[in-house]
């Protein structure tokens, strides 16, 4: 696939390395946090989620944990393809990880013809004829960051445009997406958080006023993350908190949804693009 320059502008790359917990995490335990929630819906991944969950919740990392992370057949390439593209031979390198999930200065050293090829090889021929709003995507600058594959690959945003499924369809894109929030209540099961819901209006999607939810934080009394503090800023995944933010991680992952959300906004200005990928 031939791509050329994109406009769109690119996060700093001299941004501070992983610190903190961060930096502490190992990859494969970083990536089961994320991935979990989706597995857990039977959305993704192996079928097995508890084992995964137990992984994460026991910081185990092996053979099989690295099994069953291959079997996320949406997410695993992305990571390959960061990784390869930054010369690392771990896909599950916390630094790709974080990546992928959150967004870090290794995205930008992906590039448009590797990125471009990925997406041929992996979906022209699942999505048909509209793979050109795939190639025009690449084009305008996105990035393997889970919200392209969220805003740019998933048929949700094609059912926005259909009065049945909208509201089915913008739940899905709101709770697929990684998104953050700030803590203002810790219950034992449960974190309070105010954070910004997607909202679709007059052929746009963005982010709308800061509203309070209730996202889980525990499975059967076990938790994958740490105690947690009113302030502190998280990333969640579906009805799941996935981890604490750092201020650094919280700019990126900002940075990266915004970019997307204008690359998808720019194929919604087509009138024909409210469709369904297939």
Known sequence: MTVGPSSTPRLDVSA?????????????????????????????????SQSLF?????????????????QF?????????????????DPLDRRVVEAYWVGNPLLEHVGARHMGDSVEARFRR???????????SVVSG???????????????????????????????????????GQVRHVLPEQ??????????????LFLGPPRSEAVERTLDGVGLVSEFTAGDWVSM?????????TPRQLVSLRHYTRLHLDVVNRRLAHPQAITALG
């Open 237 to 245: 995944h579906w009805e799941w908190v996935c981890d604490r933010l």
């Open 54 to 70: 137990e992984y994460g919740a026991h910081a185990i990392v092996d053979d099989g944990l690295r099994a069953l992370a291959r």
């Open 191 to 204: 974190l309070i958080v105010d954070s910004q819901p997607l909202v679709f209006e007059h052929g746009r």
């Open 73 to 89: 057949a949406g997410a695993y390439p992305y990571l390959e393809l960061i990784a390869n593209a930054n010369e690392l031979r």
């Open 126 to 136: 699942r999505v048909g004829r509209q793979f050109a709003y795939l190639a025009e």
């Open 16 to 48: 501070q390395p992983l610190e903190g917990d961060a930096a502490r995490l190992p990859g494969p335990i970083m990536f089961v946090r994320y991935a979990f929630p989706p597995n857990f819906h039977g959305s993704c991944g192996p079928t097995d």
């Open 142 to 180: 996105a990035m393997p960051h889970h919200s392209y594959h969220v805003f740019c690959v998933y048929p949700w945003v094609g059912l926005l445009g259909d009065d049945r499924r909208y509201e089915q369809a913008l739940m899905v894109l709101d709770r697929c997406r990684i998104r953050w």
